[in-house]
């Protein structure tokens, strides 16, 4: 079948900010639907609220709203596009639920709109728990024992007739969200209430627990015609229990035999059948091992984490075949781009053992619970490709960042047996490092087995590298240990960290490291993909491609990518790269990528001229270069994962292209970067640098209270705080030294006042600003986690000069060439500068969207050597655009249990909504609303009253007066704990006095928040990271039970802002950006 | 470390790699394989009589060995894998695949840059190659060179006749002509309530027409169909079976010996369909199914009262035949019955459905 004839005009719903569980593979889908269509001619219609989006951008459909993803809001938005079909599958659940409940609400077939990818009744099928089971039951597929709930009783009843543990899944939740494996009745009640609570249709399912069966995944293709196929079979190293994204997952099935592969296999294709689906599916299914039986876990009727990493790893665009069929065509039809010679309907077969390693937030968040369960905690994932297994782990565990080159964690070297062989029961973040330990310590692979019921095969290939390296420890260093080494993976670098001996003083010969291609075959058809991973070996498959393909006209131009999503560094990363490579292609050069992350657009082996599916090590960067021999080098959009390879690739004399490796250097070197402020004569926060805590309480004492501390190269202000006496300092400096960072502790005077963002472009001799944001969020939360506003709404025009003064200045010393980020505090009518980055930053996307600046594009043709003058474009600071734009930050604070809401220097936010509109109000409404906070409005003569909770630092007392006023004037109960209610009462509003938690009396805070009175909860009090602090639980409560929770009272104020205005969705103007 | 050993192809390309396996050497005709699992299955598998089989996956042997997932008795003459795995794990392993290949002997060699072979084979085409343990010498080269599979029936079909009972009851006896059968053939049948008689490839049509039977499989098997053409009475056999009017399954070597018995021609393809994942499309239904496949030849021109039922979707080869009226089904690939919608089992339903209306 053809392109259908009834399809002209399609809205695709992309899947919003990016939330744990909801990451940046649905910008890597979405693109590649979006181009698929317009591939077709098709017209496109776009609604996404995620401005770091590839697919959001102005050449990817043909109308663009960056608007909230609500039910209301694609209502409006299809009655003023009317579109004749709109897209479901694309956008994750966000998406897919939206789209469901415009198909269910009868709105779809009243304004004549088809829905494509799945329909209502495969939506049900796979989605309702007993609609699903029902279907599974008629195909005769196995289920777990499980029963759907709408009420605690009813579980608790269900759960003591099949017996515990038992595993609670919400309905309709992301990522399996409020759900978890519970093994007694009050831990039941606990999570099935609040899974309850978060599922949008109150019902959770009660299942048996089936731990220790393997999980294995199927990605199935379905087309109209009933053609299917699987694309791979993927086998999770940690058994069912551990959500899938949370766990090491390795592609192709590696424990299974044909038998029960083919089993499975039927299996995965007899229930895409049976839900009739048309596009991409990921089957879940337990396999019981020691037996062929095997229960199905869960299907996915939609394009989801696992087929981008599918995609990935086989080479097959699933996303792009998912739409083709939407839009009519079967896989008979569509050509597989890889080879050009085969169809899109074959499996592909791989010659190579891909392992994808998550990424956790948890050195970030040292309190929060590290234990994984069903519910998804990982904020982004590495992919690795090897020869075998060994080597593929190798990769995956450098990609990752978390300072290591080996399997090898120093915090489990210090642990005694015992305690090793204790914490191995924990199923956490760090398990297969720990089963790396015990293997270490000489503990059987049958007691590994025993306590982690991981298959044996992983661990004894875990036991493989521990005797590499044991080999390689003892004795000397022979030819023969370094090939076994470099065969399994090994750095020279960690060979010769092991070994303690140098490899040139041992005359060992360099065997070449290689690179093999991606082709989806096997070898078995010849294919120009210019999809390569590197290997040590002999053939070097893409030298031969360059020697045959590359165009020798052509400069050739290494771009890094970011590395894995993670609080931080996030999908913008990915934007900037993708942009510069585009930008390349366009002036005529070759673009080569160099990413390991398998969610992104940049890591599509169609975005650049060459991918390199490989890690961002200095020694696998050097590989590379050998083999490319690039002209030149990016380091400045991929993050700090990018920029930390300037000095490596400055000394083996790679060409970096824009700001030189030594304006880099200066710009994070304190001592350098003081120097250069001197000079300039920009005042920034007086500070010193510290390396002891002796050191560090003196210089606090010298600054006076409060101080910032932050070690110096930090990314998304990680580890850094605001201390506020010599304990904080003490209690930090322990944190900062136990982890041998290698870097000194910079500790500044913490200035409160207004924050201001500045991107610049500059070209060397000229700047360009797009655009002066303005946080909402006094100094001390961090850029990220602030609600940003473009252009300023406060900042007077003497200020705005002194700011494009200093950023001038500041850019010219630099000699900055490209783009560089510049924080700034406004503090008492002056400005200080806070941070240089120079490199893109978080902002550059949204900025680059509302302002039409294209500043990536602009920076790397500034880099090339085209000036802006030459390129048409002003300096100095860029009009102001009619429309303003707020950039508000998103949490997953519900997947991170224990983790303090509080908002400080350190970044908390996973992702970022947008919200445009010609005012300042509407923006903030519609940016809020983006981001899910709960527009809750007291009505006068209804019964339902509206409540809201204060608890406050002294240091906010003052200004908590007004709020609580503006909330009091809105007909919002308010209730305060001690401190605060006497301060509101005694200026004449009404407040409920409650008790804290540490006052041991009722009600408290905690039976405040569960008795379903408050909508909004206030809390700036006692900032800490400890989970035991009154504080803390409160915020945490508030998170559980879904309780929009603020932790500064100028975020407070934005929300009394949008209240007041009594705005509501049909005030909104849709903007689309296409038209700006 | 083990041992060293070679493997020369006939083009004089050399691969040094290590001994696994059974030791000593072995000649065959390289041919590669893209299945990643069913590593058993593919040693054993009767079509791989006579080559060397190199897989294309790099790690092999990780769930292990057992006793009940061999295809035959018969084996490929040498394996080719990048790397074997020592440790294998799975609830019904009872060996490693060194281990296996020693039982079996056969020989093997490891840490070879199977891709880079492959890349050879594909481009080059199928060729005869050696593996040995012991430095090779011109001797060896030469033997490589000059090495035929010859005619592999006698060695690879049961002498005598075998019976083999559905556990089902046996609604129907079927008549299997071995040139070298799977037991997933078998098994194939017995799901479908099927007794099976298997017959030495050199049965006479008159010890079948007439007899107990309802019909007729002409199984799969190793070498190059055209061979046939030397032995005139075995396709004579095939063409009084087709004239008898006796329904007729051909399976792989079966379905390319009806085409030569009744006027076709064969061809032998350059690299072979070797793999789990080989399309074919179903013309008559307009769908394409995922097969497996072990082979290195085609009809290239059918006889004139064939209709061409399913092609390759890669290559658009011949993989399914069916002649006018006559109750004669013959596929390039074993139907499978995995139990899914999106199987072949449909094509052997069509065979028990011409029983049925013949009976």
């Known amino acids: ?212 069966w393997k999980e294995i995944e199927f990605e199935v293709i379905r087309d109209g015609k009933g053609n299917a196929i699987t694309l791979c079979g993927m086998e999770n190293m940690d058994p069912v229990g551990v959500h899938t994204g949370d766990s090491i997952v390795v592609v192709p099935t590696m424990t299974l035999a044909d038998k029960e592969f083919q089993m499975l296999r039927t299996a995965s294709l007899n229930i895409v059948g049976a839900l009739q689906i048309e596009g991409g599916c990921n089957v879940q299914l337990a396999l019981k091992p020691d ?64 392992v994808k390693f998550p990424r956790f937030a948890f050195d970030k968040f040292v309190h929060a619970k590290k234990t994984l369960g069903t519910q998804m905690k990982a904020t982004g994932e590495v992919m690795s490709i090897g020869m075998n297994f060994e080597e593929a782990m190798m990769k995956a565990v450098r990609s990752i960042e978390l300072g290591i080159d080996t399997m090898t964690k120093p915090t489990f070297e210090k642990l005694s047996d015992a305690e090793v062989l204790e914490k191995l029961k924990d199923i956490d973040c760090d398990r297969a490092f720990c089963v790396f330990e015990a293997i270490k310590r000489g503990i059987s692979a049958e007691e590994i087995h025993s306590i982690t019921f991981i298959d044996k095969w992983f661990i004894e290939k875990l036991r493989n590298l521990c005797n590499i390296e044991k080999s390689l420890a003892d004795g000397e260093l022979t030819q023969e240990k370094y090939l076994t080494a470099k065969k399994f993976g090994y750095l020279d670098g960690t060979i010769e960290k092991i070994s303690g001996q140098k490899l040139a003083a041992r005359n060992i010969t360099q065997k070449q490291f290689v690179y093999k291609t991606v082709d989806t075959c096997a070898g078995e058809f010849a294919s120009g993909t210019p999809y390569f991973y590197g290997v040590y070996g002999d053939e070097n498959e893409a030298a031969e491609f360059i020697e045959k393909y590359s165009d020798k006209n052509k400069k050739k131009i290494i771009v890094f990518g970011s590395g894995p999503i993670r609080i931080g560094q996030g999908i913008e990363f990915d934007y900037c790269s993708v942009h510069c490579v585009w930008a390349l292609k366009e002036m005529g050069y070759e673009a080569i990528i160099c990413n390991n992350n398998p969610e992104t657009v940049s890591t599509d082996f169609d975005t650049g001229d060459r991918l390199y599916f490989d890690p961002l090590t200095g020694e696998d960067v050097d590989n590379l270069l050998a083999t490319e021999k690039p002209w030149g080098v990016v380091v400045q959009f991929g993050g700090q994962t990018a920029i930390k390879l300037t000095k490596h690739l400055k000394k083996v004399g790679a060409n970096i292209l824009g700001t030189s490796a030594d304006s880099i250097d200066a710009a994070e070197d304190r001592e350098r970067f003081d120097a250069l402020l001197e000079k300039c004569q920009i005042p920034r ?78 070209d060397g001799k000229d700047f360009l600003i797009p655009g002066i944001m303005e946080h909402i969020e006094r100094a001390g939360v961090h850029s990220g986690d602030s609600i940003s506003v473009y252009p300023t709404q406060t900042i007077n025009d003497r200020i705005k000069k002194v700011i494009i003064a200093y950023t001038e200045r500041l850019a010219k010393e630099l000699k900055i060439v490209g783009l560089v980020n510049i924080q700034y505090v406004i503090h008492n009518h002056q400005v200080y500068v806070i941070e240089v980055n120079p490199r893109s930053s978080r902002t550059v996307p949204y900025i680059s969207k509302v302002t039409g600046v294209q500043m990536v594009d602009i920076a790397t043709k500034a880099m090339l050597g085209h000036s802006l003058k030459q390129q048409g474009l002003p300096t100095g600071l860029f009009p102001e655009t009619d429309y303003i734009a707020v950039k508000v930050p998103v949490f997953s604070f519900e997947k991170l249990h224990d983790v303090d809401t509080q908002l400080g220097p350190d970044m908390k936010s996973t992702g970022e909504t947008l919200g445009i509109a ?130 500064s009272i100028d975020t407070a104020n934005a929300l009394a802002d949008c209240l007041e205005s009594g705005m509501t969705v049909d005030d909104l103007e849709m903007v689309d950006i296409t038209k700006i | 470390m083990n041992k060293k050993a070679w493997l020369i192809l006939a083009d004089g390309t050399v691969f040094e790699g290590n001994a696994f396996g059974a030791s000593g050497k072995a000649i065959g005709e390289a041919v590669f394989t893209t299945v990643m699992t069913g ?102 080269i030469e033997d490589i060179k000059a090495f035929s599979v010859g005619n592999p029936l006698p060695k690879v079909s ?89 329904p007729l399954l051909g399976i792989g070597l079966g379905h390319l010996v009806t085409a030569l018995a009744l006027g076709g021609k064969t061809a032998k393809l350059k690299s072979g369909h070797r793999g789990a994942n080989q399309p074919v499309v179903d013309l008559e239904l307009d769908r394409t199914f995922l097969t497996l496949q072990s082979h290195g030849y085609v009809v290239e021109t059918p006889p004139e009262t064939a209709k061409i039922t399913h092609v390759n979707a890669n290559d658009r080869t011949c993989e399914g035949i069916s002649y006018g009226g006559a109750p004669v089904l013959t596929l390039q690939f074993e139907p499978q019955t995995l139990g899914s919608k999106n199987d072949t089992s449909h094509l052997a339903e069509k065979f028990i459905k011409l029983i049925k209306i013949m009976d």
Do not use: W
């Not at chain 1, 017996?163 to 990522?175: D, E, H, I, K």
């Not at chain 1, 299907?299 to 009519?328: E, F």
């Open chain 1, 918 to 1047: 010609k005012t300042f109000k509407e923006a903030l409404f519609k940016g809020l609303m983006a981001s899910n906070m709960k527009m809750k409005r007291a009505v006068s003569n209804e019964s339902a009253h509206r409540g809201i909770l204060f608890s406050v630092r002294n240091s906010d007392k003052p200004e908590v007066i007004e709020l609580a006023d503006r909330f009091d004037a809105m007909g919002f109960e308010i209730y305060a704990t001690s401190g605060t209610a006497s301060l509101l009462n005694k200026n004449m509003l009404p407040a409920n006095f409650t008790y804290r938690i540490k006052d041991g009396k009722e009600p408290n805070v905690i039976s405040l928040l569960e008795s379903g009175k408050i909508d909004y909860v206030v809390s700036t009090s006692e900032a800490g990271r400890d989970p035991a602090l009154d504080s803390v639980k409160l915020r945490r409560k508030s998170v559980e039970r879904g309780v929009v929770c603020l932790t």
């Open chain 1, 291 to 354: 037996s062929f039986e095997y229960a199905v876990i869960e299907v996915n009727p939609r394009v989801s984490r696992s087929s981008a990493l599918a995609s990935k790893a086989t080479g097959y665009p699933i996303a792009k075949v998912a739409t083709k069929i939407a839009i009519g065509y079967s896989l008979d039809e569509i050509v597989n781009q890889v080879t050009g010679k085969t169809y899109a309907c074959f499996e592909p077969a791989v010659d190579y053992v891909v």
């Open chain 1, 1 to 212: 079948m053809p392109l259908r004839k009834d399809i002209k005009k399609i809205l695709v719903i992309g899947s919003g900010p990016i939330v744990i569980g909801q990451a940046a593979e649905f910008d890597y889908a979405g693109t590649q639907a979006c181009r698929a269509l317009k591939e077709e001619g098709l017209e496109v219609v776009l609604i996404n609220s995620n401005p770091a989006t590839i697919m959001t951008d102005k050449n990817m459909a043909d109308k663009i709203y960056i608007e909230p993803l609500t039910l209301e809001v694609v209502k409006k938005i299809i009655k003023i596009e009317k579109p004749d079909s709109v897209l479901s599958t694309l956008g994750g659940q966000t998406g897919l639920t939206l789209s469901m409940q415009l198909a269910k609400e009868g709105f779809l077939e009243e304004n004549n709109v088809k829905l494509l990818g799945a329909n209502v009744s495969t939506i049900d099928k796979a989605e309702d728990r007993q609609i699903f089971k029902d279907t599974m039951k008629e195909i005769g597929e196995p289920c777990i024992p499980s029963k759907v709930v709408e009420t605690v009783e009813n579980a608790v009843e269900f759960a003591e007739a099949i017996g515990y543990p038992v595993v609670v899944r919400p309905a309709f939740t992301l990522g399996g969200t409020g759900g978890g494996i519970v093994s007694n009745e009050t831990e039941l009640r606990e999570t099935a209430g609040n899974g309850l609570r978060l599922s949008p249709i109150t019902q959770v399912l009660i299942e048996k627990g089936i731990s220790g």
């Open chain 1, 685 to 762: 926060p007086e500070g010193y640098t510290v390396f002891t805590a002796a050191e560090a309480v003196e210089a606090a004492k010298k600054l006076g209270y409060p101080v910032l501390l932050r070690p110096s190269y930090v990314l998304g202000g990680q580890n850094m705080i605001i201390a506020h006496g010599d304990s904080d300092v003490e209690e930090y400096m322990e944190i900062i030294t136990s982890s041998k960072l290698e870097n000194p502790v910079l500790i500044d005077k913490y200035l409160m006042g207004t924050e201001v963002e500045v991107d610049a472009i500059c």
């Open chain 2, 158 to 246: 049961v002498k005598e006749p075998v019976h083999c009972e559905s556990l089902l009851g046996g609604k129907y006896n079927i008549a299997l002509i071995d040139y070298g059968v799977r037991l997933s053939t078998i098994e194939l049948l017995h799901k479908y309530n099927c007794d099976v008689t298997v017959l030495p490839y050199n049965t006479k049509a008159e010890d079948i027409i007439g007899k107990k039977y309802n019909g007729v499989v002409l199984s799969d098997g190793p070498g190059d169909p055209a061979d046939f053409l030397k032995n005139p009475e075995l396709l004579d056999t095939v063409k009084k079976l087709f004239e008898a009017k006796i």
């Open chain 2, 39 to 140: 590593y058993q299955e593919t040693l054993t598998n009767p079509n791989y009589f006579g080559q060397l089989v190199v897989q294309t996956f790099p790690s092999i042997g990780n769930y292990g060995v057992n006793d009940e997932d061999n295809n035959s008795e018969h084996c490929a003459s040498g394996y080719i894998v990048r790397e074997y795995c020592e440790q294998p794990s799975n609830f019904r392993s009872n060996g490693t695949i060194d281990g296996f290949l020693k039982k079996r002997g056969i020989v093997g060699i490891c840490s070879i840059d199977t891709r880079s072979l492959t890349r050879i084979l594909r481009d080059k085409g199928s060729m005869n190659a050696g593996i040995t343990d012991h430095e090779p010498d011109s001797a060896f």
